[in-house]
């Protein structure tokens, strides 16, 4: 059965840090990109970030570019989202998913697999 679980997201002030953790089970990370979506309030869901299967693509949504890092740790089958110097336009639930990942551009469907999300908050 395959699995993707998120974890990290909570309440955080503008300017400070999250890492958020997506724990990968049933599938391999050496197979399988792995993305970062998230959605805002009203607004569509979007792609964030993403990590190829063999690591050589990483994609970064513009307006996190400098602030968002992707990475994975295989022996954990577990991808990060290292979140620095955040702002409220930030606050979303953020979900990982099995992915398509370009250089320019991060794309899932309903058809691939998904987390469940987890939310982050940016607000004094």
């Known amino acids: 059965q395959v699995q993707l679980v998120e974890s990290g997201g909570g309440l955080v002030q503008p300017g400070g840090s999250l890492r958020l953790s997506c724990v990968v089970s049933?599938?391999?990370?050496?197979?399988?990109?792995i993305g970062w979506f998230r959605q805002a309030p009203g607004k569509e869901r979007e792609g964030v970030s993403c990590?190829?299967?063999?690591?050589?693509?990483?994609y970064y949504a513009e307006p996190i570019k400098g602030r968002f890092t992707i990475s994975r740790d295989n022996a954990k089958n577990t991808v990060y989202l290292q979140m620095n110097n955040l702002k409220p336009e930030h606050t979303a639930v953020y979900y990982c998913?099995?992915?398509?990942?370009?250089?320019?551009?991060?794309?899932?469907?309903?058809?691939?697999?998904w987390g469940r999300g987890t939310t982050v908050t940016v607000s004094s």
């Open positions: 990590l190829s299967r063999l690591q050589d693509s990483l």
């Open positions: 998913a099995t992915a398509v990942c370009t250089p320019i551009y991060a794309f899932s469907s309903e058809d691939e697999y």
């Open positions: 049933g599938l391999s990370l050496n197979e399988h990109s």
